[in-house]
């Protein structure tokens, strides 16, 4: 009985399991190789009001509803797309595989695109002499000098106490000194800094509160009040404040206008961020795909927005109609979709997503676990997806 009570009991079966994977490494944190949707949703979807909203530009001076539209869309356009990119920057911790893609994805094609647009204006327009100028991003190149100068502050904003409170008064500082002068449009990288830096300190968990039902439904009202308040202040207000590239002596307003106009756009902006955020889809949808190549769409579309002013494409008669309006929108949405398309970004990779690795020693390449080759669009942040709701 002895030799019963001690026997062992058999070991349970051990089942054949299939390997997993491990998960790939970004930045030194494991995630999914898998994107979460909602955010190339957002971001596709902002590019896509980015680009109607230069498309609508020039309609503004015959069409107060063009002008209210393009009032309304700059209120948040940017906005959001600044803070999904703060988001995607909480883990920059200034590594060196960081400040590789850093310099290869933001820094370099910055370099690029200036000198591209610059030979494109002196080809297209009777300004040959155009000059170079590094410190003076033309056009659309102002974000990537701003993305960069935001990304390579990123560890600054980790360890100070008050980060949002701190990021307001530069903006608001910002707003009132012209003597900042223009050098890496600078108005606008202290100005539209709150955004990135409440970007960093959200959580996935704060996407799936804005992607709640009575917030997508506040947000009908919500928007339609803010259509509203366009319609009324295209007469009222320049839409210059918009673009955070002036002080408010600039605009010919007193100091404390600047003060007052910097906190009220940041505060409508989010506002109307939560709001387009609570509406973007949180699965698939055929245009997800497109949002791994927004920046490809942002920096390309440019060139078709100058090109339509420069060769005057809206003087023809039918863009200044109701139905013209609709098709100059639809334009403008089509082609930055087709901007973001895998065949385009494979053309243009050599310019947007540049190989550095030539730039950099071996012991620096590929720390992160990924392609060394390849800069990563979304450096840092939790890549959690958001539940769908």
């Not at 900042?180 to 996407?207: A, K, W």
């Not at 009575?214 to 320049?238: G, I, N």
Request: with cysteine.
């Amino acid at each position: 009985m002895l030799h019963v009570r001690n026997q062992r009991a058999p070991l349970p079966e051990v089942r054949a399991t299939k390997a997993v994977p491990p998960p790939t490494v970004t930045d030194g944190q494991a995630r999914v190789s898998a994107r979460d949707p909602f955010f190339d949703n957002a971001k596709y979807l902002a590019i896509v009001l980015v680009a109607i909203g230069h498309a609508w530009t020039p309609l503004r001076e015959d069409s107060r509803t063009a002008a209210a539209l393009y009032n309304f869309v700059y209120t948040f356009h940017m906005p959001a797309f600044i803070l999904v990119a703060g988001y995607f920057s909480r883990n920059f911790t200034g590594r060196p595989d960081q400040l590789k893609r850093l310099v290869s994805g933001v820094l370099v094609p910055y370099l690029i695109f200036g000198v591209a647009y610059v030979l494109f204006k002196r080809w297209g327009t009777d300004d040959p002499d155009h000059p170079f100028a590094l410190l003076d991003p033309y056009y659309l190149t102002w974000f990537l000098i701003a993305l960069f100068v935001w990304r390579i502050t990123a560890p600054l904003w980790h360890i100070v106490r008050w980060p949002m409170p701190i990021a307001l008064t530069i903006a608001a500082l910002a707003s009132f000194a012209p003597s900042l002068g223009n050098d890496l449009n600078i108005q606008r990288v202290l100005q539209f800094l709150p955004f990135f830096v409440l970007g960093m300190r959200l959580r996935p968990e704060h996407f799936e509160l804005v992607r709640r039902r009575e917030v997508r439904l506040l947000a009908l009202p919500v928007f339609l009040c803010a259509l509203v308040t366009a319609y009324w202040s295209v007469p009222r207000m320049d839409a210059a404040w918009f673009y955070r590239s002036a002080a408010a002596q600039d605009l010919g307003f007193e100091w404390w206008v600047g003060v007052v106009m910097s906190l009220a756009l940041f505060g409508c902006g989010l506002l109307l961020t939560v709001c387009f955020l609570s509406w973007v889809p949180a699965r698939h949808r055929w245009f997800t795909a497109l949002g791994a190549g927004t920046i490809y769409g942002y920096l390309l579309h440019g060139f078709v927005a100058k090109a339509s002013r420069w060769w005057e494409w809206y003087d023809v008669a039918w863009v200044h109609t109701p139905a013209g309006r609709i098709g100059v929108t639809l334009i403008g949405a089509a082609v930055v979709t087709l901007l973001c398309t895998a065949p385009v970004r494979r053309v243009f990779r050599f310019m947007v997503e540049p190989r550095m690795d030539w730039a950099f020693r071996a012991a620096e390449r590929g720390e992160s676990g990924g392609r060394a080759g390849r800069p990563s669009n979304d450096t840092g942040g939790d890549r959690r997806p958001v539940k769908a709701s």
